[in-house]
């Protein structure tokens, strides 16, 4: 059985679940059942520094410049969610296979914080966002060359397109949140009674 875990120690895990954030928090869309804006230039910062210490799990300084690249680099990681969930995997690895190009990701081992040594990719600038935005598109690259590439989906709530990575044991997840999953399944119950 496949099974894809998430480790918080692995750092393709942490920057898996730090682009499936980028996506969610940074680009338009809906999200369980209202429409969504990103967060407005200014408390964009504050946002993606949350996004990247959750995924790190250590404080990360950013600034707004820095945010503003990573929004649009969530825009192109969001093409390949999208791709994915339409079965499109040729145009998910293509869009990858692009950023993998443009960060010019280069892999580089590293030790930090009391971990062992551990793979890391930089990007050619080595800017934090283009650091990021190379380990993102690694991640993501690393995830769709495995037979785990449908694990990467789009919520199929109505009035919600925010993105999520399956680690589920049976691979069966199709929403973003419980929140979106409980929205279905109330509507479902109450069609039934009616």
């Not at 750092?11 to 928090?25: C, K, Q, R, S």
């Not at 869309?29 to 969504?36: K, N, Q």
């Not at 892999?107 to 993102?136: K, M, Q, S």
Request: proline share 3%; net charge neutral.
């Amino acid at each position: 059985m496949r099974r894809l875990t998430v480790n918080f120690n692995s750092h393709t895990d942490a920057v898996v679940v730090i682009a499936v954030g980028l996506v969610n928090a940074l680009t338009a869309g809906e999200a369980r059942g209202r429409p969504y804006e990103p967060p407005a230039v200014g408390a964009r910062a504050e946002v993606v520094a949350e996004i990247l210490d959750a995924g790190r799990g250590g404080a990360v300084a950013i600034g707004e410049a820095e945010a503003g690249e990573l929004a649009e680099t969530a825009r192109a990681l969001r093409g390949v969610f999208e791709a994915v969930s339409r079965g499109d995997v040729d145009t998910a690895a293509r869009t990858v296979n692009r950023l993998l190009a443009e960060t010019d990701a280069r892999p580089h081992l590293d030790r930090h914080d009391g971990e062992p040594w551990h793979l890391h990719f930089h990007g050619a600038g080595g800017t934090l966002a283009g650091n990021y935005a190379a380990g993102c598109a690694t991640g993501l690259a690393v995830v769709l060359g495995s037979d785990l590439h449908d694990r990467l989906g789009v919520c199929t709530a109505p009035h919600c397109d925010r993105v999520y990575v399956d680690t589920s044991r049976n691979g069966t997840r199709r929403f973003c949140s419980t929140a979106c999953q409980n929205r279905v399944k109330t509507a479902a119950f109450r069609a039934r009674g009616a």
